[in-house]
């Protein structure tokens, strides 16, 4: 069976953060600490903290603003977090809710109602708690038919599960695939890291999967081919997980939000990538100038630069490989999604495109797109 992606969806949510109001509460947070700590400072038994800059964070990332779900706690030096108040179990949740939000912009260009999906993915760096699925609270909230479940590879949640959506379609357990990645990052930031404090943005990115003869839409996308690789490493990391509150001692330390050795993943993971996209595209005698446009994830501009540099050589257009990072920031899983969604529509019937993803595990996804 030819499977297709039919509609994309894209919510944006509702509070913007800049770098440099970051980076002000940031340096208002690191003059306090200096201030409370100036005798251990003085004595060296306490190391002071640095300033962050938004010079720094655009060189070296490419980020210049991101989008949160709640901004209140994030710039107070006092919290350094967002405050999201707990909703009872009667409510939708927060992920359920932006979930939902792209869910329905990716049916309606895909000229489906909810009840034609059969199967609910929701796959990104977290869920909100482990059950029930965040996929059957939506499945609930929208009134899809089938089945539902969550998948968590980190930022190659979606890649991985476009590919477990292709399989389910392919096997005939389901017709009609929503994949949602609703990444509520902002949760797991520490805020009071200089190193990372300015990394990710919250969002939430939907695709719906079908079989071709079954599209209600023209506009449809055919998936050619996917392949998947993973590598364990330890240089992003989060140790949150179900068994903290086992070791009170250790619940609360920095560990347990997102943490990296941001160089050693540059150096590490791009060799992959370029290894991984080599295999790939010959496996399928394609070249990189086969493609009209990369959408690749989006965590670093100097990665994406490496990496299109590394395919199609200097003289590369912007539209070629777009970038989003800049607006959205690092997005975990919806980075790529986000740039298909908004750099797709020029496509036209047998232009290829190519989908990937990056990221924690190590974890790298490629989706060769073809427009039908
Ligand atoms: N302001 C000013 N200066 C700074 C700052 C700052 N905020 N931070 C660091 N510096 C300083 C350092 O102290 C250092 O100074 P010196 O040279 O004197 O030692 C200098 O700037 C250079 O620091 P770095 O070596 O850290 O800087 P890099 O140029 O290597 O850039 C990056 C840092 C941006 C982290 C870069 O290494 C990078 O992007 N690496 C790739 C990382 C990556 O792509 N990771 C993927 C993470 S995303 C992912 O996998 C998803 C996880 C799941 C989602 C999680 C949701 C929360």
Redesign the pocket.
Known sequence: KQVVISGSGLFTPPHSISNAALVESFNAYVDIFNLENAGSIEQGHVAALSY??SE??EK??GIKHRYVMVKEGILDPEVMMPLIPERSSDELSMQAEIGVEAALMALNNANLKAEQIDLVIVAC?YTQRAYPAMAIEIQRALGTRGYGYDMQV??SSATFAIVAATNAIATGSASRVLVINPEI?SA??NYRD??SH?I?GDVATALVLEEQSLAQSDNVFKILSSRCFTDYSNN?RSNFGFLNRCDPSAAHQADKL?H?Q??K??KELLPMIYQHLDEHLAEQALTPQSFKRLWLHQ??IN?NQFVVKKLLGDDVSPEQAPVVLDEYA?T?SAGSVIAFHKYSSDFKAGDLGLLSSF??GYSIGSIILQKS
Do not use: P
Request: a positive charge; one cysteine or more; proline letters at 0%.
């Open positions: 962050s800059s720094f964070i070296a990332s760096a980190a930022c990052c797991q930031v200089r190193d300015f990710f992003i997102f990296q941001g160089r993943v540059f965590a670093n990665m690092n975990a990221g924690a």
